[in-house]
């Protein structure tokens, strides 16, 4: 069974970088057959994408927050990570990591979550 | 992108049918058989109950089904359990993908 796992500080200051990683154990990161993705939920509202990484390290960021995001893979250690820079509290948010399936175009793995809160 | 939309919230009495609609254009709902649906409980990661439109995962019950009419696509729960409370969110591709706002379901 495919499992996810985000690991990273839950507080973060204003104008620092987030910082997360997922953890991907029960199969391969470097399967052809997925994205890799970072998706959040600000408290109390929507999904919102972040952008994915394909195992060979190409990648798509949302436009809205292109300029501020990378998102890393390394597939010697089974993960993928995310650095949000120049941090506000409108960032504030659940952090998931998930498993697209390129071929449903559909995400069918999410980790549990993790809730990183801006504030100083 | 814009976020795809849907109502929110609706409401129905256990054993009924809802419908909840997930309205795009024509560069994402439109455009691609590629709409997904993600039911969500509080406090959890969201769960895969429909893609390309109107394709069940293993182990997502068949109350559960899935259409879609030019740019508005529409999840349709029927037979309303207790326990399918919850917010659903639509997901369109659109050369990346977007999310609706999502819906908030409460069985009365």
């Not at chain 1, 996810?4 to 987030?18: H, I, M, N």
């Not at chain 1, 997922?22 to 509202?45: A, E, F, L």
């Not at chain 2, 455009?31 to 039911?39: A, E, M, T």
């Amino acid at each position: 069974q495919v499992q996810l796992q985000e690991s990273g500080p839950g507080l973060v200051k204003p104008s620092q970088t987030l910082s997360l990683t997922c953890t991907v154990s029960g199969g391969s990161i470097s399967s052809g057959d997925y994205y890799w993705s970072w998706i959040r939920q600000p408290p109390g509202k929507g999904l919102e994408w972040i952008g994915y990484i394909y195992y060979s390290g190409s990648t798509y960021y949302n436009p809205s927050l292109k300029s501020r995001v990378t998102i890393s893979v390394d597939t010697s250690k089974n993960q993928f990570s995310l650095k949000l820079s120049s941090v506000t509290a409108a960032d504030t948010a659940v952090y998931y990591c998930a498993r697209i399936v390129i071929q449903l175009s559909a995400v069918d793995y999410w980790g549990q979550g993790t809730l990183v809160t801006v504030s100083s | 992108q814009s976020a795809l939309t849907q109502p929110r919230s609706v409401s129905g009495s256990p054993g009924q049918s809802v419908t909840i609609s997930c309205t795009g254009t024509s560069s994402d709902v439109g455009g691609y058989n590629y709409v997904s649906w993600y039911q969500q409980h509080p406090g959890k990661a969201p769960k895969l109950m429909i893609y390309d439109v109107n394709k069940r995962p293993s182990g997502v019950p068949d109350r559960f089904s899935g259409s879609k009419s030019g740019n508005t696509a529409s999840l349709t729960i029927s037979g309303l359990q207790a326990e399918d409370e919850a917010d659903y969110y639509c997901c369109s591709y659109a050369g990346s993908w977007v999310f609706g706002g999502g819906t908030k379901l409460t069985v009365l």
